[in-house]
């Protein structure tokens, strides 16, 4: 047995909640393994719609497990929001959401730290979410957090105290912005009580022995490859690895242990906050794809940034990633596209290439692109890959091709049914 892995290859937003839910049927457990509340993952299906931040999307199938693994970020506020439309909709959730007890909780003044680091920035402002997501992992990784098991310590005001100190101190160096401090921790410990209801388990040992009892796992990512924090446009990034390898520290499984990484792209891109973004659209063609595609940030409402389908970058991340079969989603957004046009190669330095420049950031690359045909009809009611129109499976070929990995899926609207399997996605767990 082996953990599967669903990630997102771009820069986040690519359909991941969709495809989780919709594969989680023939899983057992499924786990979060880094992030937060930063990340938005969509699910709708029997008309309704769900925007999950820190739950897995496996919670709306009817006996799976969904655990919140190590490597997440958890705001006790956003998780209680979260339950409680849980509990609107009826879901049974009691006994299959479970906390690992290594998991780092964001504090209120997480939150105002990751506002104040923002406005001391300036123009330069990474475009954070806003949920407290880098101050945590610094505190994770300066050894100060305090984590989902210290909830049940006696002596956890006091450290909650402590810490809480340190983060005033810290925040008089930065401009004063508004924060109601004293709301927003009363909010926070009454957060804290719902926690306190949920199941803890020690992540790295639960998953581990699932694995030997043979149980079917898979690792839903958040965010994109591309605000890794190691090898996406830094700065301009989140706070985790939310590449494949980021399954091993946030779950705490073995190397070994990874089965199959399907990763998704979008049949074109976007992004949400500042940084480079080499075939972005800033024009009448982005504008349309954003009204086309519904692109508005799912956690902060922002208009997402637009553009074509990038190869070298996904090249990129198809490398990080070690990716072995590809879901292409939001096809059916260039439905109207008289034409398509696919980055094959970034001009820098004088020469066409295929590779990432080392700082995006301060290397002005200019992409050259190929075009395609746009097939121009509506994808409504297909449900085989055969029955795509010509010009759509050349465009999904020939993305196969570049990229040198199978597509397995393509998805053809934002409804879990709407989704057509284009050969049978293997499952290794
Ligand atoms: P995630 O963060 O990767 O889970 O993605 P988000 O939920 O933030 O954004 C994806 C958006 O596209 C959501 O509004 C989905 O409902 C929607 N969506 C997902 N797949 C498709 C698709 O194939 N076509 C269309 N039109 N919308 C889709
Ligand atoms: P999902 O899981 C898109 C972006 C933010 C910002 C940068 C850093 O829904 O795909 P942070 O709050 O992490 O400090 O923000 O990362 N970002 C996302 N963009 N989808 C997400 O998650 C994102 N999570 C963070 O916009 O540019
Ligand atoms: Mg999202």
């Not at 009691?94 to 990751?114: F, G, N, Q, S, V």
């Not at 260039?334 to 995006?360: K, M, Q, V, W």
């Not at 690359?365 to 009809?377: A, H, K, L, N, S």
Request: negative net charge; charged residues 25%; proline residues 5%.
């Amino acid at each position: 047995m082996a953990v599967d892995v669903i990630l997102g290859l771009q820069w986040g937003d690519e359909g991941k909640g969709k495809i989780v839910d919709y594969l989680a049927e023939r899983y057992d457990i499924i786990t979060r393994f880094q992030g937060g509340p930063n990340a938005g993952h969509t699910l709708i299906f029997d008309g309704q719609k769900f925007v999950l931040h820190t739950i897995p999307s496996g919670i709306f199938r009817p006996t799976q497990i969904n655990l919140i693994g190590n490597g997440v970020v958890i705001d006790p506020i956003t998780l209680e929001k979260e339950i409680q439309k849980l509990e609107a909709a009826s879901v049974d959730y009691h006994e299959r959401l479970l906390i690992a007890r290594k998991a780092h909780l964001i504090l209120p003044t997480h939150r105002y730290l990751d506002a104040a680091s923002e406005a001391a920035k300036g123009k330069a402002k990474i475009g954070s979410t806003l949920k407290g997501i880098g101050p945590t992992y610094m505190d994770k990784t300066g050894r100060n957090g305090m984590r989902a098991g210290d909830i049940l310590r006696p002596d956890f005001e006091a450290r909650y105290a402590a810490l809480q100190e340190k983060h005033l101190q810290l925040l008089q160096i930065y401009p004063s912005i508004e924060f109601d401090l004293a709301g927003e921790e009363a909010k926070w410990f009454a957060s804290l009580e719902k926690m306190r209801q949920l199941q803890q388990v020690d992540g790295e040992y639960y998953i581990n022995q699932a694995l030997k009892d043979g149980r079917r796992i898979l690792a839903e990512g958040a965010q994109g490859s591309m605000l890794d924090v190691d090898f996406g446009t830094y700065p301009f990034v989140t706070s985790s690895n939310t590449i494949s390898s980021g399954v091993c520290n946030g779950l705490g499984v073995a190397p070994s242990q990874i089965g199959e990484v399907i990763g998704i792209s979008k049949a074109y891109c976007t992004r949400v906050g500042s940084g480079p973004f080499p075939t972005e659209e800033d024009n009448a063609t982005g504008e349309r794809l954003r009204s086309e595609g519904g692109e508005f940030g799912a956690t902060t409402g922002r208009p997402r940034r637009c553009g074509w389908i990038d190869l070298p970058q996904l090249h990129y991340t198809v490398m990080l990633n070690g990716v072995t079969q590809l879901v292409i989603t939001k096809i059916d957004v260039l439905n109207n596209f008289e034409s398509i046009r696919a980055a094959t190669h970034y001009h820098y330095d004088g020469a066409d290439r295929e590779t990432l420049p080392y700082d995006l950031c301060s290397v002005e690359v200019e992409p050259r692109y190929r075009d395609f045909p746009g097939w121009q009809t509506s994808l409504e009611g297909i449900e085989s890959y055969a029955g795509l129109p010509a010009g759509a499976r050349d465009y999904l070929q020939a993305l196969e091709a570049q990229l040198g990995v199978p597509v397995t899926m393509v998805s053809t609207g934002p409804d879990r049914k709407q989704l057509i399997l284009k050969e049978e996605v293997r499952v290794m767990g």
